[in-house]
Structure formats: structure tokens, C-alpha cells
Antibody, heavy 117, light 109 residues
Framework: EVQLVESGGGLVKPGGSLRLSCAAS????????MNWVRQAPGKGLEWVSS????????YYADSVKGRFTISRDNAKNSLYLQMNSLRAEDTAVYYC??????????WGQGTTVTVSS | SYELTQPPSVSVSPGQTARITCSGD??????AYWYQQKPGQAPVLVIY???ERPSGIPERFSGSSSGTTVTLTISGVQAEDEADYYC????????????FGTGTKVTVL
């Protein structure tokens, strides 16, 4: 079964850091680009970051550029999102998703990040 | 910044047809994708590359494209189709960014 499982979410103070992980299974992880997408409470979907299959190409939304870092370990079938200098507006459910062409065909169940003092 | 605009809500009676539009300047040059999201769940891809349907998605879901507007059509709406729907595409300005539409709440009356 094709599956993505996120972990690492939690409560963090403004200015703090958190590292999210996404474990992939059931497909050849190293063949796919991957995305992080987030959804603030009661809001719509927001693309956060993309990474190509070999990590050669990396892109960020303006809202997180310079604070978040996407990475992957194909040997471990894992995707990561290092989040630094967190703000209240980063509070959201964070999803990892497999890229199909320019869309996303497989999504994880999400992990919740809450930034609050 | 690039935006995709959707109507906030669409209401439809069971068995009728729901149409959800998504407008964006780059849509003539970029494919559109549609996602269904039910409360507390992750999004599910229902249409890719404007009009292709992934395996397992019911035939009542279809997509079309015309100029700067793409449309998701749900024919013979069922109660289980009540959900939020988001379009998504890529920015064609060379920034390689992914953009989601504003989202449409479909209510089955």
C-alpha cells in the first residue's frame, strides 16, 4: 500500500524550531518529487515547499523562505522539513504529498504544528 | 503573486449537477488539478491534468478547461460529495511555485 506518514508536530514557542518527518512506503520514493503543504485552522491549503527526486531542485513559498529547509534521505525513504524562527502564523496541519506531474496524488494524514507562547 | 479564484460555496440537490470554477491567468499554459477534502481528512486528488480521473475516483467527477477557467463537474451529486474542493496549478512565471485555489464548499441540500 502506498503510504505517507508525517510526524514531529507539536507545540512550540514563537522563535522556536521544529523538524517534521514524512516516512514513505509502498512505492519507489527516490523516483518522485515531494511537497509539503499546510493548512491553518479553518483556512485553505497553502503550498510550502518542493524537492525533486534527487534534491537537485528545491523551491519555497515566500512565506517560509529563509526560515524553512526541505530535505530528503532516499536511503531512508524519508522527507523532512526543518522549521526555524517559527511564528504564530505557521500554526497549521502540515501534510507531505507525492508529486504527480505538477499535482499531488498521495497525501499523508498530516501533523499539527502549534506556535504559541 | 499568482492567484486561483474559486467561488466560496456551491449548493446542489442530490442527483443534480454541481459545477465549480477556478480562474487564473496561467491556466491556459499550466495543467489544473482538483482535490476533495472532507472535515478532518487529508485532501484527495479527484482530477489531474485538467480532465484525467485517477483510478478509484467515481465517473461522476469530471474536469474541463477553457481559456483562463477550469471547471470541476460533479454529475449526479451524492450526499458523500459534500466537501471542500480546491483547484491547484503551477505558476508559469518561472518561479516554479505551486498555487492552490481559494477553495469551494459544496453543500448537498
Amino acid at each position: 500500500e502506498v503510504q505517507l506518514v508525517e510526524s514531529g508536530g507539536g507545540l512550540v514557542k514563537p522563535g522556536g524550531s521544529l523538524r517534521l518527518s514524512c516516512a514513505a512506503s509502498g512505492f519507489t520514493f527516490s523516483s518522485y518529487s515531494m511537497n509539503w503543504v499546510r493548512q491553518a485552522p479553518g483556512k485553505g491549503l497553502e503550498w510550502v515547499s518542493s524537492i525533486s527526486s534527487s534534491s537537485s531542485y528545491i523551491y519555497y513559498a515566500d512565506s517560509v523562505k529563509g526560515r524553512f529547509t526541505i530535505s530528503r534521505d532516499n536511503a531512508k525513504n524519508s522527507l523532512y522539513l526543518q522549521m526555524n524562527s517559527l511564528r504564530a502564523e505557521d500554526t497549521a496541519v502540515y501534510y507531505c504529498a507525492r508529486v504527480l506531474s505538477d499535482g499531488m496524488d498521495v497525501w499523508g494524514q498530516g501533523t499539527t504544528v502549534t506556535v504559541s507562547s | 503573486s499568482y492567484e486561483l479564484t474559486q467561488p466560496p460555496s456551491v449548493s446542489v440537490s442530490p442527483g443534480q449537477t454541481a459545477r465549480i470554477t477556478c480562474s487564473g491567468d496561467a491556466l491556459p499554459k499550466q495543467y489544473a488539478y482538483w482535490y476533495q477534502q472532507k472535515p478532518g481528512q487529508a485532501p484527495v486528488l479527484v482530477i489531474y491534468k485538467d480532465s484525467e480521473r485517477p483510478s478509484g475516483i467515481p465517473e461522476r467527477f469530471s474536469g474541463s478547461s477553457s481559456g483562463t477557467t477550469v471547471t470541476l463537474t460533479i454529475s449526479g451529486v451524492q450526499a458523500e460529495d459534500e466537501a471542500d474542493y480546491y483547484c491547484q496549478s503551477a505558476d508559469s512565471s518561472g518561479t516554479y511555485r505551486t498555487v492552490f485555489g481559494t477553495g469551494t464548499k459544496v453543500t448537498v441540500l
